[in-house]
């Protein structure tokens, strides 16, 4: 007979402008979905099995009591994808809905196929979404399918209860898609509501302090150019020296973080405008704030290959770090598509891997298909 799967495509991430600044209340950055996807494959099974190739791990078998996910590995690369499960699972329960048992394979586009290094593309939000995602469709059944709202509060409490810390933006990014302005929501007050008890149910319909998700519109014609320096770089352990700068140093940290909003507003508005000399301004002047924090705090925010990377860029229009710094990618604006490659030449000439990115217009994207399943698989599974 045959049954309902589901396959998940969630895009990447990359940060355009205000990171760092992004974490504080009110603040604005930019981020775009990149068409480099994590795909998860999720269809009813007689036992719950998850599957990761990229890991080298198949089949591995898990189970859900008190509000705990058990896999049968120990495995710290899996931790991401426990606290999803766990709160997709929970949602579940608190909306009187029953879990069926399920086999869930994930793939990944967002490292390098030759490495397997990751490209710093917001690969643990978009595996994040794509887990959630999946478990909500699969199990909604005849109900109403969850609300991209939904999945976005649900994966950024999962996200945050394994990183700790985090703006969410990557997450908005892989749930919605597009070119968005962001502001990220209040994270002491969403982990003060359920260190209170509140519900899953409860919390995603609550309206959360400080959010903002707007999507906008590029000024047309500019060119986007990104590259891969080949160095790793951990998001939260950058995060974290960064909050210590702050606590320690408040005024030239506050000087920072005005810097970078005059910068975001700049490129909001030479979006609005239609204007690429002033979006590539704006990034330049991001740049330069983003420098002065890493020299203030003594972080080193540009690797030599980023500051490579950037100076480069200098020379056909703008360039800066996306996202924490620190290696993974770089983005250059310019005016001419024909200096692109002019510009990929010299990154490949400092060790730089450009990559082919574009905005991606889908965040998670839900398709149904049907597999074949044996009468005796189908009556274990439900």
Request: aromatic share 8%; glycine share 6%; proline share 4%.
């Amino acid at each position: 007979m045959t049954y309902s799967s589901y396959r998940v495509s969630v895009p990447g991430k990359l940060v355009i402008a205000g990171d760092y600044a992004v974490l504080e209340p009110k603040q604005q950055a930019i981020v775009m979905a990149v068409n480099r996807y994590i795909t998860a494959t999720i269809e009813p099974c007689w036992q719950n099995q998850l599957s990761l190739p990229l890991f080298g791990l198949e089949n591995v078998i898990w189970d859900f009591n008190h509000s705990k996910v058990h896999f049968s590995v120990s495995d710290r690369r899996l931790h991401f994808i426990e606290s999803s499960i766990e709160v997709a699972c929970r949602f579940l329960q608190e909306n009187s809905i029953p879990l069926r048992p399920f086999h869930l394979t994930i793939r990944s586009e967002l490292n390098d196929p030759a490495t397997g290094c990751k490209y710093g593309l917001g690969s643990s939000a978009a595996l994040v979404v794509a887990v959630i995602s999946a478990i909500l469709r699969l199990n909604s059944g005849g109900n109403v399918p969850p609300t991209l709202d939904q999945i976005f509060k649900l994966s950024a409490i999962a996200h945050l209860k394994s990183q700790k810390n985090g703006s969410g933006i990557d997450i908005a990014a892989s749930t919605y898609g597009g070119w968005l302005v962001y502001s990220a929501f209040n994270a002491k007050w969403v982990l003060k509501q359920l260190l209170e008890g509140n519900t899953l149910r409860a919390l995603v319909k609550k309206t959360w302090p400080n959010l903002s998700i707007t999507p906008i519109k590029p000024a047309a014609h500019f060119h986007l150019s990104v590259g891969w320096t080949k160095e790793s770089s951990s998001t939260a352990p950058m995060i974290k020296m960064v909050q210590e700068f702050r606590r320690r140093n408040r005024e030239p940290y506050d000087q920072f973080l005005v810097e970078s909003s005059m910068a975001v507003d700049r490129l909001v508005q030479s979006f609005q405008k239609d204007d690429r000399l002033e979006a590539i301004s704006s990034i330049r002047q991001n740049r330069e704030a983003l420098l002065m924090l890493s020299q203030q705090a003594n972080i080193r925010l540009e690797t030599s290959k980023l500051k490579d990377l950037c100076d480069a860029a200098e020379k056909y229009g703008s360039g800066k770090p996306s996202g924490a710094g620190g290696g993974d990618c770089g983005i250059a604006f310019m005016e001419e598509e024909n200096q692109a490659e002019e510009l990929n030449n010299v990154w490949r000439n400092h060790g730089i891997t450009p990559l082919n990115l574009s905005v991606s217009s889908n965040g998670a994207l839900v398709t149904e298909y049907t597999c074949e399943m044996s009468l005796k698989e189908y009556l274990v599974s439900v």
